[in-house]
């Protein structure tokens, strides 16, 4: 028979981590919809893009009851990231930690109801590098966490068994994943600093097409008034080189297209007709959607 004094230690330890995360996690509450957030930093709160309402006015319920109106300072829709202004002086703010959980440890979510603390044990699933969000966001690990996820829960803590934030806990596509530390770190300090989070644009439509020597992307369309127009792209065209280095795919294209790629000037390799063409085009940004 298992020793019961290891499961209430087990547990303490547990009770002890909530207790020390739940002062900085808060709930959110915009319009219609309710989620988590936490004090990133003295006056900024992070949450998760997906549970902020598009519009309306946002109220933040802190830890100890207290309501405070919130401004959105910026979001990023396609990391599920989103960052809010308000008062927070009084609060300490979370420290995010770069570990990556061992697939199947433990992990506990803080996060808030109505600014009453909550939490929920789980599990690692699963742990993979770095990914791409349907919506085009570089997500620098893939963690996912069995655990259930109450909608109002989404945007807060994960922690691991030894108290460290390993990221934030998000509803994904019948799953929960985590946001993780070093994601955030990245997206909400340019949120902080921009508002938002500039995207390369090339004003293309692209098909993947198999070529005798590798792949290429056809040109399916064409925005009249975006760089690739300008630069003299045409619909029909196919390209097969980005800087002097092959394309192995659309997706590897897009990928190029990160916020450091704005205002770049890339020579890019099209064949059109089956003759090579060399093109110089500065790349766009992103219009808001």
Not at 61 to 83: K, N, W
Not at 157 to 171: E, P
Request: aromatic share 2%.
């Amino acid at each position: 028979m298992s020793d019961p004094s290891v499961l209430a230690t087990v547990s303490s330890a547990m009770a002890d981590i909530v207790a020390r995360a739940a002062p900085a996690v808060v709930s959110v509450h915009s319009h219609r919809s309710r989620g988590s957030g936490f004090v990133w930093k003295a006056g900024l709160i992070v949450t998760a893009d997906e549970a902020l309402a598009e519009e309306g006015d946002v109220m933040i319920r802190l830890a100890d009851g207290t309501e405070r109106s919130a401004t959105i300072a910026g979001r990023d829709h396609t990391t599920d990231i989103a960052l809010l202004r308000v008062e927070t002086s009084s609060i300490a703010p979370i420290k995010l930690s770069s570990a990556v959980p061992a697939l199947g440890s433990l992990a506990l979510v803080v996060a808030a109801e109505r600014g009453v603390p909550a939490a929920a044990l789980g599990a690692i699933s699963l742990v993979g590098g770095a990914w791409r969000s349907l919506r085009g966001g570089d997500i620098d690990a893939r963690i996912e966490l069995d655990v259930r996820l109450r909608p109002s829960h989404e945007g807060g803590l994960a922690l691991n068994a030894s108290g460290d934030t390993i990221g934030m806990a998000v509803l994904g596509a019948r799953r929960v994943l985590v946001i993780p530390a070093a994601t955030i770190e990245r997206v909400a300090s340019r949120l902080e600093t921009y508002g938002r989070i500039a995207r390369g644009y090339l004003g293309l439509g692209l098909q993947p097409v198999k070529l005798d020597d590798g792949i290429g992307a056809m040109v399916m369309s064409v925005d009249k008034s975006g760089p690739s127009a300008a630069a003299g792209i045409r619909q029909g065209d196919v390209i097969v080189g980005w800087n002097d280095e092959k394309i192995s795919g659309v997706r590897a294209l897009l990928r190029a297209l990160g916020p450091d790629s704005v205002g770049a000037t890339v020579d890019v390799a099209v064949r059109r007709g089956g003759e090579p063409v060399r093109v110089k085009l500065t790349v766009g940004e992103r219009p808001e959607t």
